[in-house]
Structures are given as structure tokens and as C-alpha cells.
């Protein structure tokens, strides 16, 4: 079974421009969620996406938002880099409640210059 | 709102000696427990997790952890450890029924050593 992927790997840009980071669950899993982590600031959740809709959403401004597809991939949108966007955005995906695992993928390396 | 700390941001240890990794939370409704370790340049990988009943949890790689409401703690050990151990290791909690969103510790960096 393969596990859960987010492309690209690394990523650079500009502040001020915007970006889009994707992820593609375990099959089968419906739930998606993302992280933020910094060395600052730890791993911080941003938002769960589940049967494409938000179930659950972190503390972050309205620049950081995402979606679901109903095939259960997952994209995160971040507009108006600032150069605190810089961090490793992970995505972790589960069947559906939080007794369930979440399978954490190796996550996109966001750097903003 | 809930909160996880781990007092420890750094444990050395020697090869083959025991080790635990403190964890306590808090919250205002009961919470699901999680140990993940993060290698370099990886994601994160479940260890283990307390959802009810015994309050000693064995997870992957020889670790376990116990459950102490009392104390509201979860705290991690392993009796005897490996270099691969080598590793960032975060506890973490969730709500009962509230999705999937988990709240980490800061996290501890064991380091072994021969």
C-alpha cells in the first residue's frame, strides 16, 4: 500500500508571491490534514479536510487555506508569502475519526526569500 | 483548549541504558494520547497511542507508555535503547470524536551514544 506523497519536496520562492502544496492520501483515507513546523513555533495544525469539506481549522490568517478533492487529494494554498511562511508543511491522512492513526508524509520544505 | 509539554527538549543516553521522555497535558475534556518520532528529513511515525482501557500502551520498537490520569501524563520509555533510536520524539493529543486535529508537544531530541 503506498504511502501518503506531497510534491514537491522543496520548494523556494519570493515573498509576497503564493504557492501550492499537494498531498495524495493512503487509498481509501478520507480524512487530510495539514501541519505547520517551524523550528519557532513546533508543528501546528492548520486544517483537516474531510469528504471534502473543513472539519476542523487552526489558528492561522485567512492566507493559508485548502481544499479537497473527492478523490480525497488534498491541496494547500498559502498567498502573500511572508519569510515566517518558511517551514516543513506536513499532510497526514486517516479512515475518519481521531482514534484512527494518521499516516504523516514526508512533507514539502517551504523555503521564502 | 488543550496544551502538551515535554520538559525535556534534549536527552543523551548511552547505548543499551534505559530511557523515558516526560510527557503532560491539558485539557478540559477527555483526549486521546500519541507518541510520534520524527527521523531527519522525515515525516512522522505513530510509536504508539492511548485510547482507553489498560493504561500501559506498548507501541513499535520496544517503547510503551503509561497513562496517568491523576498526574496527566503520558510519559515515554524504553528499557534499553538503540542508536537507531536516534530521533526527535513529540507526544500529542486529540479531542474524543472532534476529527483529527492533534495537538504536539515541542518535542525531545534523544540522542544515543556509544
Known amino acids: ?34 501541519y505547520q513546523q517551524t523550528p519557532g513555533q513546533g508543528l ?17 490568517p485567512g492566507r493559508f487555506s485548502g481544499r479537497q478533492f473527492s478523490n480525497s487529494r488534498s491541496e494547500m494554498n498559502v498567498s502573500t508569502l511572508e519569510l515566517g511562511d518558511s517551514a516543513l508543511y506536513l499532510c497526514a491522512s486517516s479512515f475518519s475519526g481521531s482514534y484512527n492513526e494518521q499516516f504523516f508524509g514526508p512533507g514539502t520544505r517551504l523555503t521564502v526569500l | 483548549a488543550q496544551s502538551v509539554t515535554q520538559l525535556d527538549s534534549q536527552v543523551p ?18 483526549v486521546y494520547l500519541f507518541w510520534y518520532v520524527q527521523y531527519p528529513n522525515q515525516g512522522l511515525q505513530l510509536l504508539l497511542k492511548y485510547l482507553s482501557g489498560s493504561t500501559l500502551v506498548k507501541g513499535i520498537n520496544g517503547f510503551e507508555a503509561e497513562f496517568n490520569k491523576s498526574q496527566t501524563s503520558f510519559h515515554l520509555r524504553k528499557p534499553s535503547v538503540h542508536i537507531s533510536d536516534t530521533a526527535e520524539y513529540f507526544c500529542a493529543v486529540s479531542d ?17 551514544e556509544l
Open chain 1, 1 to 34: 500500500k503506498a504511502g501518503v506523497t506531497q510534491t514537491p519536496r522543496y520548494l523556494i520562492k519570493t515573498r509576497g508571491q503564493q504557492v501550492t502544496l499537494s498531498c495524495s492520501p493512503i487509498s481509501g483515507h478520507r480524512s487530510v490534514s495539514w
Open chain 1, 44 to 60: 501546528q495544525f492548520l486544517f483537516e479536510y474531510f469528504s471534502e469539506t473543513q472539519r476542523n481549522k487552526g489558528n492561522f
Open chain 2, 13 to 30: 543516553v548511552f547505548e543499551e541504558a534505559p530511557v523515558e521522555l516526560r510527557c503532560n497535558y491539558s485539557s478540559s475534556v477527555s
Open chain 2, 96 to 112: 474524543l470524536g472532534g476529527g483529527n486535529k492533534l495537538t504536539f508537544g515541542t518535542g525531545t531530541q534523544l540522542k544515543v
